[in-house]
């Protein structure tokens, strides 16, 4: 092997060596984080519904709570008055537009309206509705989409039960996490 190459393999194997010493240790930024202080922010809502909090609603207690704190963003008829998919209603889906996919129609799992309107909205003001008005909200715009009844309460056990229209329309990447 002529004596350049030989230079080349030795300096990128030296310079190799000496970044990975130099990140070994890491920037020594922070300090390490207590599982008792992430337990406040971890608050995910998985589809077999583990990661429900207690509490429960109606759909008639989450039309007064809609009426109060969302029907300034969404509506009385749950249009968005941002250019968002509409809550309620949606039918089949023809193209790939966003304003196609609605609640009814596209999304999987009930256990993620929820995941999603108790860790965003309102939007003004995430995270700070009680877990009975997320369940109530809930309820609510699941009724308004007919997809469980009137007066059926949602909580951690009924909540995971609804079963979503296109629930088997999506390919599972991680089954055995559900």
Known sequence: M???????????????????????????????????????????????????????????????IYAEKCVACHDQDGKSKFGFSPLFGGGNITDISAGMKTIANFWPYS??????????MPWQQPRSLTDDEVYALTAF??????????TDTMNSETLPKVRMPNRGGFIIRFPDRI
Request: net charge negative; proline share 10%.
């Open 2 to 64: 002529p004596i350049h190459r030989i230079f080349v393999y030795s300096t990128s194997l030296v310079f190799a060596l000496s970044i990975s010493v130099a990140f070994a240790d890491g920037p020594n930024l922070g300090t390490p984080i207590d599982p008792a202080d992430v337990a406040p922010w971890d608050i995910s809502v998985m589809p077999d519904g583990s990661g429900l909090p207690a509490g429960s609603g109606t759909p008639a207690q989450g039309e007064r």
């Open 111 to 120: 256990t993620t309206l929820f995941d999603f309107i108790r860790r965003g």
């Open 141 to 150: 715009i699941l009724a308004k989409n007919k997809l469980v009844g009137e």
